[in-house]
C-alpha cells in the first residue's frame, strides 16, 4: 500500500523547535519530490518546503519559514524530515506531506501555483500547536 506517515507534531512554545517526519511506504521515496504543506484554520493549505528527487536533492522553502526550517531525507529510512526552528504562533497549522515524480523546476510551479492535483501521494498530516 502507497502511504505517508507524518508524525513529530504537537504543543511548543513561541521560539522552540520541533521535527516532523514523513515515511514513506509503499514505494522508493528516493524517486519522488517530497514536500510539506500546512493549513491554518480558515485559511488555503500553503506550501511550505520540498525537497528533490535523491539524485538532485536540491530544497526549496517558502519565504517564510527560509533560515527557520530545514528539510531533509533519509534514505535508508525512507523518510523526509522537516526541523522546524525559533517557531512562531503563525506556524500553527496541521502539517501534511506529500510526493510527486516531478523535477524541480515543475514541483517549484506547482508549488507557487498551487497545482496540487499533480501530487501523487498525501499523508493524513500532523497538528503542530506554537503557542505559550
Known amino acids: 500500500q502507497v502511504q505517508l506517515v507524518e508524525s513529530g507534531g504537537g504543543l511548543v512554545q513561541p521560539g522552540g523547535s520541533l521535527r516532523l517526519s514523513c515515511a514513506a511506504s509503499g514505494f522508493t521515496s528516493d524517486d519522488y519530490a517530497i514536500a510539506w504543506f500546512r493549513q491554518a484554520p480558515g485559511k488555503e493549505r500553503e506550501g511550505v518546503s520540498f525537497i528533490a528527487r535523491s539524485a538532485d536533492n536540491s530544497a526549496y522553502y517558502t519565504d517564510s519559514v527560509k533560515g527557520r526550517f530545514t528539510i531533509s531525507r533519509d534514505s535508508a529510512k525512507n523518510t523526509v524530515y522537516l526541523q522546524m526552528d525559533s517557531l512562531k504562533s503563525e506556524d500553527t497549522a496541521v502539517y501534511y506531506c506529500?510526493?510527486?515524480?516531478?523535477?524541480?523546476?515543475?514541483?517549484?510551479?506547482?508549488?507557487?501555483?498551487?497545482?496540487?492535483?499533480?501530487?501523487?501521494?498525501w499523508g493524513q498530516g500532523t497538528l503542530v500547536t506554537v503557542s505559550s
Open positions: 506529500a510526493a510527486a515524480s516531478l523535477s524541480f523546476d515543475l514541483f517549484v510551479t506547482v508549488f507557487k501555483e498551487r497545482r496540487y492535483r499533480y501530487l501523487e501521494v
